[in-house]
């Protein structure tokens, strides 16, 4: 296994994984680069060419602030998304940039970030070309980066072996499928997320892993309430009004009422909540991106509040257990929008958090795995189609939609013994063929589907 928890769960700001984190750090680990071989002090200018995906919806996405952002040293999970646009505006009123925050060239964002609508690079669509020039325009390096879905970024060295470096650290219990994951709880008479802790365990302490979920824990619910406390529109243009202060004002007042609101306007309201936040470019966790940011958060929410005796470490236990099925997306299929759709970004995040809230409640590994197919088979084909490049219509909505589903999925498992026909490891496969055969207008690149249809309405 070479995908820890902390490779899916990890904080950034908005509006998207794929298109504004995986962006900022392959910005930074070009001018890293730079420095390592030497060539950052002589460097005069710096050209970044975004491709595929990124060409075509990295205006609404917030890839080129991004990429400035990197290019000035900042990483996804430190940047304060206060601070940020400021600084990038700076950077454009002043056409200069301090380069790993203290070589100062010229730059201007509108001519040195190139964004091609129609081209792309072989290996993904999300495709990236950054090159830095001396003082008489020679070329000192240039290097392609790639960002294939949840942050996560290979350089053009691993597009070659199609993956990054692998971490060799041997763990104890290894699963790169359902199956396997399932034969691991047998023999070890330990639950999902008991398997994965396990694994983690070989790289960090388990205080450190504790910890480091309930951070995780934290910034997700940081998000929920700096989204149901914040109103207005959203920035991009469509002018969508922010939903969550208002509903969540509606619920409260309604708590006194006979048997009070129905849970699942509760889950409804933390989706909407955290994607709004993400969708203003605010700090957000990829849960596992960030278009699908508001699903394992809502249900993790909806567990805290509903369940009884739910505590720290049951949501340690939930966030390991969403973490071992989300491995088996990244490892099996994808969870790119750009690569397959918003089926492999909310597809996903639904399987994760019905397979987590599944063991949660008590159900057995089976049950598990049955949650996690349920929430991945009734979002097969899911399109991605985000309206004017943004991650907003209908990204927003269909979080809280998929929320729903996955404690639906979750519920429906429990009530059987773990045997149904389909099995995990199937709807994960179908997953990545029906991105293969979906058309590359219906993959983030906001040229089909509700992308174009909305302009009638």
Not at 400 to 427: C, E, N, P
Request: hydrophobic content about 40%; glycine content about 12%; overall charge negative.
């Amino acid at each position: 296994m070479t995908i820890s928890v902390f490779d899916l769960f990890k904080v950034g700001i908005g509006p998207s994984s794929s298109h504004t984190v995986g962006p900022m750090k392959a910005a930074r680990l070009f001018v890293s680069r730079l420095a390592e071989n030497g060539a950052l002090p002589g460097t005069a200018a710096v050209r970044c060419e975004l491709f595929g995906s990124l060409g075509a919806t990295g205006r609404g996405h917030g890839s080129v602030g991004a990429v400035v952002l990197g290019l000035m040293g900042e990483q996804p999970h430190l940047v304060d998304p206060v601070a940020a646009e400021p600084a990038v505006r700076t950077v454009r009123e002043e056409g200069r940039i301090p380069l790993a925050g203290h070589h100062e060239i010229a730059f201007d964002p509108g001519e040195d970030i190139v964004l091609h609508r129609n081209k792309r690079l072989d290996f993904h669509s999300n495709g990236m070309a950054l090159a830095a020039f001396g003082p008489g325009g020679e070329r000192l390096d240039r290097c392609e980066y790639y960002s294939v879905g949840g942050g996560f970024v290979l350089d053009q060295d691993d597009a070659v072996r199609s993956a990054p470096v692998e971490d060799g650290t041997p763990v104890p219990c290894p699963f790169t499928t359902g199956d396997e994951l399932l034969a691991r709880t047998r023999e070890s008479a330990l639950p999902v997320s008991g398997v994965m802790l396990a694994n983690e365990r070989a790289r960090r302490s388990e205080h450190e892993i504790r910890d480091g979920l309930l951070r995780i824990r934290s910034v997700m619910r940081e998000c929920v309430d700096n989204g149901t406390s914040t109103g207005g529109s959203l920035p991009g243009g469509l002018e969508v009004r922010r939903r969550a202060r208002e509903l969540r004002t509606r619920l409260e007042a309604d708590q006194d009422a006979a048997g009070g609101p129905d849970p699942m306007e509760w889950v409804t309201l933390y989706a909407l909540a955290v994607n709004e936040e993400n969708a203003a470019g605010g700090r957000v966790v990829t849960a596992p991106t960030n278009g699908a940011a508001g699903i394992v958060p809502a249900v993790l929410h909806y567990a805290d509040k509903f369940l009884p005796g739910f505590d720290d470490d049951a949501a340690v236990r939930f966030l390991l257990t969403a973490g071992a099925i989300g491995l088996l997306f990244k490892e099996n299929a994808s969870i790119s929008g750009a690569e397959v759709g918003c089926q492999g970004e909310v597809g996903s995040a639904c399987s994760m958090a019905a397979g987590a809230l599944a063991e949660a409640i008590g159900g057995t590994p089976e049950q598990v795995e049955n949650a996690a197919e349920i929430g991945i088979e009734h979002n097969l084909g899911l399109t991605c189609d985000p309206v004017g490049g943004l991650v907003q219509i209908p990204c927003i909505e269909r979080n809280a939609v998929a929320s729903v589903k996955a404690v639906t999925a979750a519920r429906m498992a429990l009530r059987g013994d773990g045997r149904h026909h389909v099995s995990l490891d199937k709807a994960v496969k179908t997953m990545r063929e029906t991105g293969a055969d979906m058309k590359d207008k219906y993959k983030e690149t906001a040229r089909g589907g509700l992308a174009l249809n909305i302009v009638e309405c």
